[in-house]
């Protein structure tokens, strides 16, 4: 099993470019996406090469598991031909219970059920920490991240979940 997980895309086509040369990189054809694929929002920046109608029909070429962010509405899922108004879904890794969601409705403080990982976006935080007897992870935004951070994306394998930069070089790392 060998995932990139991405999230807040936010309609940036030069991001979705990131996302394949990660995928390429990394040999990789399964995406776990966290939601916000097409609007950037009205709290955040216009993104850096945002343009929305480039980005749908090559996130519709890939092979994506989603989830619904809290800029994505149902006009979205018009334009995208993989499900994305789920608000959480609940995945196996390995032997482990994982709900994947955007963060806006559940988050390290609220979760659906009891998994052993949750794995987030909507904070823009690169995070892959072990807290209050669960595994939290979060890949940060591959097109706006906060609190000086740059622009990422995680690779879930095995037991581990790596965050790279854009430059494929390792941020975080954890094992569980």
Request: with cysteine; hydrophobic share 35%; aromatic share 8%.
């Amino acid at each position: 099993m060998k995932k990139i997980v991405v999230s807040d895309i936010h309609g940036s086509i030069d991001s979705v470019n990131h996302l394949i040369d990660a995928m390429n990189h990394h040999d990789i054809h399964e995406i776990l996406a966290l939601g916000d694929f097409l609007y950037h929002g009205p709290r955040n920046p216009l993104p850096e090469a945002y343009s929305p109608k480039e980005v749908i029909p090559v996130l519709n070429t890939l092979n994506i598991e989603a989830v619904r962010g809290n800029c994505d509405a149902e006009v979205d899922q018009m334009m995208l031909n993989f499900p994305i108004m789920e608000t959480y879904k609940e995945i196996q890794l390995e032997d482990k219970t994982c709900v994947m969601t955007h963060g806006h409705i559940y988050h390290p403080e609220v979760t659906p059920g009891d998994p052993d990982i949750l794995l987030y976006g909507h904070v823009h935080l690169p995070i892959a920490k072990k807290e209050n007897g669960f595994i939290i992870l979060n890949p940060g935004s591959i097109t706006l991240p906060k609190e000086n951070n740059p622009r990422t994306y995680g690779i879930l394998e095995d037991h581990s979940f790596t965050i790279y930069t854009l430059d494929h070089q390792v941020f975080k790392s954890i094992e569980f």
